[in-house]
């Protein structure tokens, strides 16, 4: 959208935005689409070109804006990466976004980038499974330890006698994957500043409050608003949104932590190809409509779900009630419940497999945000890595079924649901 001065484009809307901006169709023969560059390489015009953009790439020197840097080679920078970060950024609200090849390279990548031997982090569980394994395991042996305090609206008190000199983040996932609890943000940002506070210069502290908004966002909630200094995605999700494609996304507004993140993910090659940026710009244009539609069919779903006498409990953002501690929190981060609801059963991993085996419009399926409904078990499926005491922790009992909505028609998951309870 060259036509627009940067004040103009900055009085647009996400949505409009996700249509043209960061693309120039005159640099593409005038496509009104961005082709996919299907490139590994760019030619410089002169060696002098290819020795600046290296320094620059390297931090050397004074770098231009990052757009203007000069393209080298795919795993460094590439237009439809470009593109599709460009695109992401204006949605959080965030300076700059780097893509990732999956949600799992870009929180692995963001922690490795951020944190050294010896460094702590405190977690609110439960998280999704495999950053909960990351998390466990892995950082654990390159030193990183984490202590787990539970998501929710008392996190923050439990989380302040677990600081010490070394803890480096707290990372949360609000709503947490996959009970939905609800943790503030802000209140983590003001711990983490009154205990490491930044020094004069510096936009961030020594503790950093890394939030992964896949659960959420962009659409109905962004994080860095209230607070967080990193952003993270599982892109294959909402933003991908049709179960085609894997890929994430990190986000901030510090160029320490930029530069940082774009350097690992330059040293460790977890960059998404061409084509699965082009992709995933290709669902950013119907992003809000879709994640609208599937928060309208979801709002129906747990409307039917509550008081059924085949379900315990219903989690669903959409049901918090004023009073509870978790509306505020919601009031304050969330502008919509979206379309993910967990629900406790009466009995355990019996009748939520037979629940799951007789559902016949969802899809027995993990992941989430997709224009089709999944239904899955946690305990056995996304979260099966925890140990039975992590799962205790975390909320991930034998009974809980977690629903993702997509944009049928939501007489039709209500009919599916109604059918499949009857076997539970
Ligand atoms: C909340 C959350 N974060 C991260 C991930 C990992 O994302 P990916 O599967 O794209 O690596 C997932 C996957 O389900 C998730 O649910």
């Keep these: 959208m060259t036509k627009l001065t940067d004040s103009e484009a900055a009085r647009l809307h996400p949505e409009t935005l996700a249509l043209s901006h960061g693309f120039d169709p005159w640099l593409s023969e005038g496509a009104v689409k961005p082709p996919v560059f299907l490139t590994s390489t760019f030619a410089f015009k002169c060696a002098e070109d290819g020795k600046r953009f290296f320094a620059w790439a390297h931090g050397e020197g004074t770098p231009p804006p990052r757009r203007e840097m000069g393209l080298i080679y795919s795993r460094i920078n590439n237009p439809n990466l470009e593109i599709f970060e460009d695109r992401v950024a204006v949605w959080e609200g965030m300076k700059d976004a780097y893509s990732f090849s999956s949600g799992m390279a870009a929180i692995a990548t963001t922690l490795l980038a951020t944190h050294g031997p010896g460094d702590e982090m405190i977690v609110c569980a439960p998280v999704y499974g495999g950053t909960d394994s990351l998390i466990h395991h892995f950082l654990k042996r390159l030193g990183i330890t984490a202590q787990f305090v539970p998501a929710g609206p008392d996190a923050p008190a439990l989380a302040e006698p677990l600081i010490t000199p070394r803890t480096r983040s707290i990372f949360i996932e609000s709503p947490a994957n996959p009970n939905n609890r609800l943790t503030d943000i802000g209140r983590m940002k003001e711990l983490a500043q009154r205990h490491a506070p930044p020094a004069a210069g510096q936009a961030t502290g020594r503790i950093l409050v890394i939030v992964d908004n896949t659960m959420a966002g962009p659409v109905f909630a962004q994080p860095a608003k209230v607070g967080a200094d990193i952003v993270l995605y599982s892109a294959t999700k909402f933003i991908g949104g049709h179960s085609d494609v894997v890929g994430g996304v990190a986000l901030a507004n510090d160029d320490v932590l930029l530069t940082a993140i774009a350097q690992h993910r330059a040293m460790l090659g977890g960059m998404p190809n061409p084509y699965t940026a082009w992709l995933l710009t290709r669902s950013l244009e119907t992003l809000k409509i879709r994640a609208e539609q599937q928060q309208r069919n979801a709002q129906q779903v747990a409307a039917f779900l509550v008081g059924h006498p085949k379900v315990r409990e219903v989690l669903y953002l959409g049901l918090l009630q004023p009073g509870h501690p978790?509306?505020?929190?919601?009031?304050?981060?969330?502008?919509?419940?979206?379309?993910?609801?967990?629900?406790?059963?009466?009995?355990?991993?019996?009748?939520?497999?037979?629940?799951?085996?007789?559902?016949?419009?969802?899809?027995?399926?993990?992941?989430?945000?997709?224009?089709?409904?999944?239904?899955?078990?946690?305990?056995?499926?996304?979260?099966?890595?925890?140990?039975?005491?992590?799962?205790?922790f975390g909320g991930v009992t034998d009974d809980l079924v977690r629903l993702s909505i997509g944009i049928e028609n939501a007489e039709d998951l209500i009919w599916d649901l109604k059918q499949a309870l009857e076997h539970a």
């Design 326 to 392: 978790e509306h505020a929190i919601y009031q304050k981060q969330h502008t919509g419940p979206g379309s993910l609801i967990s629900l406790h059963l009466r009995g355990g991993e019996k009748e939520a497999f037979a629940f799951l085996d007789h559902l016949k419009v969802f899809h027995l399926a993990v992941s989430l945000g997709s224009t089709e409904s999944l239904a899955q078990h946690p305990a056995t499926m996304t979260h099966s890595g925890l140990t039975p005491e992590d799962k205790r």
